[in-house]
């Protein structure tokens, strides 16, 4: 189903615009279709609804030359990105999408990656502590999100593959060779709100990742933040959601927190997709990383600032909100994955 049926679908469902588009956004990223787009096929949808007839646009001229030249990368590369084929080939990315899916008809296809194989007491433990967190969301929400934020440790290259191929019906998708690219493993630390960045830190070569480092360089820049500081001010208190990894709940962490009026959250039991930063953020900076290969450590370190500083306050609100529904759907479950 191309953006256009689903447009018509979720406008004879009755979804508001804003729903459509954050729907497309979720499943077509950068290539959803932008507002003009969405209200066209509403309409669309609307005379259809009425026995109208809607005259379509004519037939697209194919260019056989970049249809050909989009063939010949997918063929050499099939885990190739569409923003590495538009800048290979030199074209727009949509038009890629297009000619990618309508016109050499492939698919993209991924491997589904599953957590923790979850007993039932922790199921249970995960589906209590996602409404113990949505409570404290929700009354964070009240206050405009202030006094909340969120965050976590993420390895990163100095060369981005592709995670999936795009291949035709019935094709067994091939396997990617990973010595092609022997890549160093950088860790950036990200500390996030409501208001954008707190702490971007990358660690250093031959540093580790411990309890002290984390403390020096991650709590402590957190809290001379002046946003932070603006809203300790106000709340006292300053929410903070980690996952359970050994340095963020070490004791010396914790004590740490707890003195510097920094209060966790819960976090339930192998829940990614509960924590912000792994259901959207390192995805969301990863896939603007994706076709691009950096000389140096700051070079990448530069091009993930950018990309963090050009997230909109409007698209984390949409986050944080999907942030809260995640831990509903999660306790509606009964705490498992999937229904």
């Keep these: 189903m191309n953006q256009a049926e689903i447009i018509k679908k979720l406008a004879n469902d009755k979804k508001s615009k804003k ?41 697209e ?18 885990f190739s990105s569409i923003r590495y084929i538009a800048h290979i080939t030199k074209s727009c990315p949509a038009t890629v999408y297009r000619y990618v899916t309508i016109h050499l008809q492939r698919k993209y296809h991924h491997t589904r ?62 396997t990617m060779n990973g010595s092609k690219i022997q890549n160093e493993k950088i860790m950036i630390t990200v500390m996030w709100s409501i208001s954008g960045i707190i702490v971007l830190n990358m660690l250093p070569k031959g540093e580790s990742f411990d309890s002290s480092y984390f403390i020096d360089n991650i709590i402590y820049e957190a809290d001379q933040n002046p946003t932070i500081q603006k809203w300790r001010k106000t709340y006292g208190k300053i929410w903070v959601h980690l996952d359970n990894c050994r340095v963020h709940n070490s004791r010396v962490s914790m004590e ?9 959250t819960p976090h339930p039991p192998y829940s990614p997709d509960i924590a912000p930063s792994d259901f959207f953020l390192f995805g969301y900076v990863k896939e603007k990383l994706k076709g691009q290969k950096f000389i140096a450590r700051d070079e990448l370190y530069e091009a993930v600032h950018s990309i963090l500083s050009g997230i909109s306050e409007d698209l984390i609100l949409r986050v944080f909100e999907s942030w809260i529904t995640r831990c509903y759907a999660v306790s509606a479950r009964n705490g498992s994955y999937s229904d």
């Design 19 to 59: 729903e459509i588009q954050e729907k497309l956004h979720e499943m077509f990223g950068d290539l959803a279709y932008k507002s003009s787009a969405i209200y066209k096929w509403m309409a669309v949808q609307r005379l259809e609804a009425a026995g109208a007839v809607y005259e379509a646009d004519p037939p």
């Design 61 to 78: 001229r194919i260019d056989t030359q970049l249809l050909n030249q989009i063939e010949n990368v997918l063929i050499d590369e099939p």
């Design 113 to 174: 990656w599953v957590p923790h194989d979850l007993t039932p007491p922790q199921c249970k433990e995960r589906a209590e502590k996602c409404m113990e967190l949505a409570a404290i969301l929700e009354m964070c929400k009240k206050r405009n999100w202030h006094g909340i934020i969120t965050g976590d440790e993420s390895m990163f290259t100095l060369s981005y593959g592709i995670s999936g191929a795009w291949i035709e019906d019935g094709e067994k998708p091939p």
């Design 256 to 264: 740490r927190m707890k003195q510097i009026k920094f209060e966790r």
